[in-house]
């Protein structure tokens, strides 16, 4: 069961949820999450007894030492609320681990917790490793069943079939049960996908930008994904095989993406930019 603490009332609230696991290569999917309830300043008022839905061989509990004082921390799903100013609605941050079991009461959970909360919007958010270059920009797909989602958002049709995670059970039983549901997926080079991707996590950050209509503070993360940049780069320049798989990626990326440099592709940039500065104020 959900064990929630106060809950205030939410404006038009949305959901934001990843999960640790199948559907997080490079971590960049939970590590946005955390991003967002770090710059947002998320509050957590619920959690789910991780009793009913994990493996504790698989996801151990951890020995921490909080005020001096040793003590279990047991890692479930847990849900946060955020009310950034510049959105105008309110956020609902879902971070979690994979179910080992029970999926389908693990999901009716969540779904329960989000129409009793009235969410309007259910975002899920991947990623997963795929045949493309670090040096290239991470692509990120946002995909929805609903035809009127995807007019809305300019998104394009799911037409994946085959083995599924959490991730892709949350986002069918939210547009079952009359959400706006959302998947967004960022592509991570599997060359570099077992290490943390801060390039990729910025990329989904900036989908979800899009998607929000609203700019969301970067923080560290560009800084940090040229950094990761870097360290692939250095590894590349020590192994010929690896360097010319690399331009062989890069090559076959940029023919693929040369739609994109659109002039609709090329306004919205311009018009997140727009946004981002009037956030920052005049230098």
Same mark, same amino acid.
């Given at each position: ?131 493309? #270059?670090?040096? &290239?920009? $991470?692509?990120?797909? +946002?995909?929805? %069943?609903? @035809? ?6 300019? =998104? !394009? ?69 040229? #950094?990761?940049? &870097?360290? $692939?780069?250095?590894? +590349?320049?020590? %192994?010929? @095989? ?6 062989? =990626? !890069? ?33």
């Amino acid at each position: 069961m959900i064990e929630l603490e106060d809950v205030p009332d939410l404006r038009n609230p949305v959901v934001i949820a990843a999960f640790e696991g199948w559907n997080d290569a490079g971590e960049a999917a939970t590590a946005a999450v955390d991003h967002l309830a770090e710059v947002w300043e998320a509050e957590p008022i619920a959690a789910l007894d991780p009793e009913d839905y994990y493996d504790f061989q698989v996801n151990r509990p951890r020995a921490v030492v909080d005020e001096g004082r040793r003590r279990i921390h047991w890692r479930t799903t847990r849900i946060l609320i955020a009310r950034p100013s510049t959105l105008g609605r309110d956020v609902v941050l879902i971070q979690g681990i994979e179910p080992s079991f029970r999926w389908r009461a693990f999901t009716i959970e969540l779904m329960e917790f989000a129409q009793e909360a009235g969410v309007e919007a259910f975002f899920t958010v991947g990623a997963l490793m795929a045949d493309v #270059a670090h040096t &290239r920009p $991470i692509p990120v797909t +946002a995909t929805s %069943d609903s @035809e009127d989602v995807m007019h809305r958002y300019d =998104l !394009e049709p799911s037409r994946y079939e085959g083995p599924t995670g959490i991730v892709g059970v949350l986002a069918d039983a939210a547009a079952q049960a009359g959400l706006e549901s959302i998947s967004c997926w960022a592509a991570v080079p599997h060359y570099a996908g077992h290490s943390p991707s801060p390039k990729a996590t910025l990329a989904l950050i900036g989908r979800l930008e899009e998607l929000l209509d609203a700019p969301i503070p970067h923080g560290d993360l560009p800084e940090e994904a040229r #950094a990761w940049e &870097r360290g $692939i780069n250095e590894l +590349a320049d020590t %192994d010929d @095989e690896v360097a010319e798989y690399v331009q062989s =990626l !890069e090559e076959a990326q940029d023919t693929a993406e040369l739609p994109e440099a659109s002039g609709d592709a090329i306004a919205r940039e311009f018009e997140r930019y727009l946004r981002r500065r009037g956030e920052e104020g005049p230098a």
